[in-house]
């Protein structure tokens, strides 16, 4: 499905009936990388993966990229779709979006689930890593991303035992355009420190990591879930920074036994 939003068009997918969960993907991804989660998730609720301003099937234009505008679209799509509000789960990159989506549209938040992601900024080496991997981007293409981040993207073990799915996460971020590489690049750059944040959130929160992540680790997890009031915890088994692709019947499980738990009922 598409929506024009904030005058680009958005590509997104709704699956399922009851609850609506939005999921918000990675860098460099696209909703493909919820495939798992729609088709598990989606008899139970109702599932919203989109492709962000920049990726899939979504436009890439070469302007207007900051956490806040990827919060921005995703408000506009709410409303587009009529929900007054959603659970917000995001990975990654989409998880330091949701911590923009709260900072701006706390009321439209129902729960959160926060997934292999982290609350700091990035730090001076990181910054400058961001500038180096954009100029990567535009000399050598989206491919030279794959190659360069596949390393910490899954587990060992799937590095080495899983072809498949190596192939499948390589050919998700070289099918990117470089306007919405270097866009996330840029965004994630300057997004703030959102560990003041934490300690505010109330809403019903579910973190989620791989146990073998060392993007975002184990670590950044437990900071969030030990100051976000009543957050819960869950570490994925023999995954990487990937969980949802690499374990996706565990983090499905996650998901719902969290869901479950809230008892909350479906909305609009
Ligand atoms: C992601 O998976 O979204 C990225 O690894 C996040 C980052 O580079 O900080």
Known sequence: MNARINGVNMAYT????????VFVHAFPFGK?????QVKGLSEQFRVIAV?????GESDAPIWRYTMEQFADDLNSLLDHLSLTQAVMAGLSMGGYILFAFYRKYAARVK???LADTRAQADTGEGKADRFAMAQLAWKEGPGAIAEAMMPKLLSTASLQGRPDLVERVHSIIAGNRVSGIVGDLMAMEARPDSVP????IARPTLVIVGEHDIGTPPSDARLMAENIPGARLEIIKHAGHLSNLE???AFNRAVRGFLSSLRLSPLS
């Open 14 to 21: 709704d699956d399922g009936r009851g609850m609506p969960i």
């Open 32 to 36: 493909v990388m919820w495939e798992s």
């Open 51 to 55: 492709d962000l301003r920049g990726h």
């Open 111 to 113: 729960a959160l689930i």
């Open 197 to 200: 944040l934490l300690k505010q």
């Open 247 to 249: 374990q996706p019947e």
